[in-house]
Each structure stands twice: as C-alpha cells, then as structure tokens.
C-alpha cells in the first residue's frame, strides 16, 4: 500500500471558470479537474471524480443488497424490438438515441431498462415460488435530452443505478416499494442531502403510486408545493380539488359585447365593467375564461390544435401541461396556424362561435380536429366571460353546461402559494429542488405487453406486478458538490472525499519530505486515503490546489517541523491547529469521527 503523489496524479487545476458553467458545482467539478467535457451533456471522468463516483456507487450498493437486491449488467445497446412492443421506440420521441447497426437493424441507446428487466425475469422464471425478486444495475444511461445543462446535472450520457421490483401481487409490489423508499431514505441521509420526497406523476407510463426524491436547491428544475399538514408534491401532480357543479339554468341568458381592442385579460375585465358593469360586484380577472391554444404534436408527428379553456387570471404551467400531455408535446400555435383554422380568431377565441347564429364552436360541435379542454374550475353551472370568435367582440354569461361543454378536465393551471392543499392541509408554499430519486408502482404495464406470466399456487398463469426504481449516480455527485462547495471550491464530506488526507510539504527542507512520507504511511495504515503534495511549487499554489479539490483534511508540514509540530485543517469548518508530529495520525482520525454524516451510515 502506497499514497498518492500530487506530482504523479492526473489532474490540473483552473484558474478560469469553463465558459458554459452555470452553477457552482459544475464550475468547480471542472475546476478542480474531476470531469471534462467532451460533447455537450457528455462527459469524461478524471480520477479525482472517479474515485467519487466509486464512493457514491458503494453507498448505492449497500443499500440496495441491504434490501436483497441482487446486481446484474445489461448492455446500453439494445435491440429496438422490445421497445417497440412497449410503445416506447415511438413514445419517447426526440429523447431516445437511435442508431442501425451495418446490416440496418435499428438499435437504440437505452434511457432506462423496463422492458430488458422484464424479458429477463421472463427468460427465466415460471413459478410463483420464484417471486419476490429484486434486480438492479449502476449503469450508463443515454437520453438526447434537449437542454442538457449544469456538467453532469443533466447529461445526455449519465449513470443511473436502476432496479425492479417482481411480484405475483399488489401486496408484494408495496412492501418492495416501501423497501425501496427506505433505502432511498438512507442513500440520501448518507449522501448528506437535504430532500423532500414528494408525490410524483405517473404519466403515461401507466402505474400508480409514485414519488419523487428532491434535493432542496434554488438551482433546481423541479418546483414542488408543501403544506402545513405534510402534503408535499411534484407542482406536475398536483390535482386541483373539483368544484361541485352549479345549476346552468340559474344565469341571465349570453350576451355580447363590444370590446375593441381588449386582446388581454387586464383590458377585457377592464372594458366588460365599463360596458357590461355587474350589479352586485365588478367583473374580476376570474370571471374570464381564458382560452388558450397549442398545437399538440403525438408522438407519431401527428398534429392537431388544442384548446385549454381556464380562469383567466391563471396561466398555463408550461411544466405541468408538458406532463399531462406526455409523450405528446405542445408547441406554440403560430400565425400560420390560425390561417389554417379560420374559425379561431386570435385573440378572441371563445368556446361559442357569435359570428353569425351563436354556434358551439369547440366541445360538440367543433372544428374537425380541434381539442377543447377545461380546467378542473371550468364546471358545470358556472357562469364566464369569454371571447367570441370575433374580433372586438367578447361574450358575458356564457355558460358551461348550458352554452357550451368540453371535450374534458385538463389540470395544468398554474400553481400558486396559498392556492388550498388538494387534501385540506392548508394553504401550499413552494419551493425548488432537484429530482435525485423516483420510485414508481409501474404495475402490470411492461409485464402485460411483453408477456411475463408466471404459475400461481392453484397452476393457473398470472401476470406479474412490477416496480421500477431509478437514482442518479453522476447527478448525485453533482449534487454533493452543489450542496457543499463554498466560494474556495469544492468541500467534500469526509464519506465521499477522493481521498481523505492531504498533506502539503510546505517547503524544501528533506527533513519534511521525510515526515510527510512517515506520517502518509502511518495514516494509511489506519485505513485512510492520503495524496502528498511533493511539488515543486509554492506553498500557496499547494494551499489553493487544497481547497478547490477539497480534501477534508490537510496536513501542512512546513516551518513547525523544526519544532516537532505540524498544522492540521479541516476543509469543512475551516478550523486549524498545531498539533505535535507525533499526535497528527490521531488528530486527523478525531476530525473525521466527528464527521456526522458518517455516522449515520
Ligand atoms: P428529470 O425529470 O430530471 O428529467 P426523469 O424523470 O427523466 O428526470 P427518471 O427517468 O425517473 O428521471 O430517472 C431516474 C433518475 O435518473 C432521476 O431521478 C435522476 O436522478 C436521474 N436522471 C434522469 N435524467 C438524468 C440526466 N439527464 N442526467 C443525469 N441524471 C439523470
Ligand atoms: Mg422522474
């Protein structure tokens, strides 16, 4: 056994921060010499981060043999047919990494390994009796994702440590998903991260319960909402309570009004009350029904236009409708679009048509091809203001279940603090995160189209219930080092360090390179990882190298030597302190059992 030598390891540090690095974590892991790009969201490790990586994978591991989880290694190269029996060759649209191989078979780059998992089980079980089984694999993942972003936070390569759950029953898919859910709970506890789990969408995967592993971040892409009763969710899954549907026939019949120029919302609540005042309250922005439209583009290329009708001082989550939608898209209705469908007048559009006798424009009688769906608010007996499909021109008590109805309920609104928990445990506030972990009941979706049946007790065949369960191994190092970097660079908790203990020869005297060899050696003895810094460069450059790597621990010999004593610093709290040569090994083994994230593992 021998320590590393800062003059042999493969790494230089950055003076400059990489030109497309957006957060801190990423600046630093490239800094620091743990990653380098070599494609957008693709990118190589340098032995610094593989050694981090490594330290990840093992925590990961632990977890999952903790809960009888057996490792095994699929290819990421995969033959298409499997996911086309799935749908998912089609379904996951521009994100899948397609390729043939030279006799013209297509292939793909596998996102995420359901269907593989699934023939697998298949392949090789027939009974009942074979049931439990859980499957797992750290693997290298490939999505083309469109906005690879933050190093290794999102990549278009990544690796990911999925598993998959095996069961004849829905009692046995729980207890595997609350198996997986603790070791989640401590993977996360290890990795020192602060996290919300949260109730998650199942989408178009199919399934059931789902639920989503946040690190708290500003950085994040996910928005998640909080109550004060403990309702925690993806801003994606939140449902918004129904509102008991009123009687149509209790309004004023629909009328229109001229409204020139009132193309907005502000300035149409503003011209209604001017030219159609109310007699108890004025008109207010949630009077409005705002109708908005998108072109829906299927997975298939097929496109159509749809329309979502919501109160009008809500907006459309971009997030949430990509969600409800999925695997379809929507993409803006443009100028053009609104050429091909006349009866749309932009600006202006309305459930009810009053260019000529007043005709359901959208809902029953609409446009062929044209969607009309309704926020969750939007029921029937209660009373709008809507466009007209003409211009200038809106109509007052319009009402749904009497003037018009839709095609469905699409729940994408906006989420705002203080908008109710859907489950009456106070008002939400929100909040940013990034996803590290998702556990999902997928149920009998894959098992069914890819025929995995097994025996029961009675001999006849059944269907298994499965569960899939995916944590980010490379985002998960990215998100230490988001989460622990200070503005010197990159601290590393001492469970993850790519080594423990650096010691700084802080001089040229030999006297020193021999106490730093003696003391490595002791300190390898007591199981810990050490780099010397033998350079020939100055104190200082040593010193800054320290920090932006983030050693937890440094050891400076330097000018105390002639005085028998050394400097030891923790990277963590910024402490330091002399300590005789003779006590340095038991000083440094002190730092690191004060380390509490250590403990809980
Ligand atoms: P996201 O919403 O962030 O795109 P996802 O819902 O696509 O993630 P899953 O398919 O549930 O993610 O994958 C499981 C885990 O893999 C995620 O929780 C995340 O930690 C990780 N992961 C997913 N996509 C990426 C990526 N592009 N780069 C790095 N890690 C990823
Ligand atoms: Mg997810």
């Known amino acids: 056994m021998s320590y590393a030598k800062m003059s042999k390891l493969f790494v230089r540090t950055l003076r400059q921060d990489p030109a497309d690095a957006e957060v801190p974590s990423h600046r630093w892991l490239v800094r620091a010499g743990y990653i380098r790009r070599a494609a957008p969201g693709v990118y190589t490790w340098l032995p610094l981060g593989l050694r981090v990586l490594a330290r990840v994978e093992a925590i990961i591991r632990e977890e ?20 086309e029996q799935t749908n998912r060759w089609t379904e ?3 994100n899948l990494f397609r390729l043939k191989d030279r006799k013209g078979q297509d292939m793909l780059l596998g996102p995420t390994h359901e269907e593989m998992f699934t023939l697998l089980v298949k392949d090789l079980y027939s009974s009942y009796k074979d049931l439990p089984v859980i499957l ?7 999505r083309d994702e469109a906005r690879p972003r933050a190093g290794v936070l999102r990549g278009r390569e990544f690796i990911m440590k999925d598993s998959y759950s095996f069961d004849i029953d829905d009692e046995g898919l729980e207890v595997n998903y609350v198996k997986h859910r603790q070791a989640y709970q401590r993977i996360m506890d290890r990795l020192g991260l602060d996290y919300v789990i949260v109730k998650a969408m199942s989408g178009a995967m199919g399934g059931s319960r789902s639920e989503e592993f946040l690190a708290l971040s500003d950085n994040g892409e996910d928005t998640f909402v909080r109550s004060p009763g403990g309702y925690a969710a993806n801003v994606e899954a939140v449902s918004v309570g129904a509102v008991a549907p009123g009687d149509p026939t209790s309004f004023p019949p629909a009328r229109t009004v001229s409204t020139p120029g009132a193309g907005t919302i502000a300035t149409l609540v503003e011209a209604v009350n001017q030219s159609a005042p109310r007699t108890d309250r004025a008109w207010e922005a949630s009077d409005t029904l705002k109708n908005v439209v998108f072109m829906r583009v299927a997975a298939d290329g097929k496109r159509s236009p749809l329309i979502i009708g919501l109160p009008g001082d809500r907006d459309v989550d971009e997030k949430r409708l990509e969600a409800a939608l999925s695997p379809d898209q929507a993409e803006p209705f443009t100028d053009e679009d609104f050429v091909s469908f006349p009866d749309l007048v932009k600006g202006y559009i309305g ?3 009053f260019s000529g006798e007043p005709t359901a424009l959208l809902g029953a009688d609409r446009p062929a091809g044209v969607t009309y769906l309704t926020d969750p608010r939007v029921v029937t007996g209660t009373s709008w203001v809507s466009g007209a499909n003409v211009v200038d021109t809106h109509v007052v008590n319009l009402v749904m279940g009497r003037d018009f109805t839709s095609d469905g309920v699409i729940d994408v609104a906006e989420i705002r603090p203080g908008d109710p928990a859907p489950d009456g445990s106070g008002p939400l506030s929100l909040a940013r995160g990034v996803e590290m972990g998702h556990i999902f009941q997928l149920g009998r979706k894959y098992a069914e189209a890819l025929g995995l049946k097994v025996l029961d007790a009675q001999g006849k065949l059944v269907t298994v219930t499965m569960g899939s ?4 191994v490379t985002r998960a190092v990215a998100m230490v080092a988001e989460a622990t970097c200070d503005e010197k660079g990159l601290a590393w908790p001492r469970n993850l360090a790519p080594y423990d203990v650096i010691i700084v020869i802080a001089g040229k005297d030999p006297a020193m390179v021999d106490a730093a060899d003696r003391l490595a050696t002791d300190l390898e003895l007591e199981g810990l990882e050490v780099v010397v810094d033998d350079r020939a460069v100055s104190p200082g450059v040593k010193f800054a190298d320290a920090e932006i790597i983030g050693f937890p621990t440094s050891v400076i010999v330097g000018r105390g030597l002639k005085d028998g004593v050394v400097e030891v610093r923790d990277r963590l709290s910024g402490e330091s302190s002399s300590v005789p040569l003779a006590e340095a090994v038991g000083a440094v083994l002190r730092l690191g059992q004060s380390d509490p994230v250590e403990d809980l593992a």
């Open 469 to 472: 369960y995916g944590i980010g």
């Open 351 to 353: 459930p009810v048509s």
């Open 64 to 83: 999952m043999e903790a809960i009888g989880a057996q490792e095994v290694h699929f290819p990421a190269l995969l033959p298409r047919e499997p996911y």
């Open 92 to 94: 996951y649209g521009p």
């Open 136 to 142: 797992y694999q750290i693997q290298t993942k490939y």
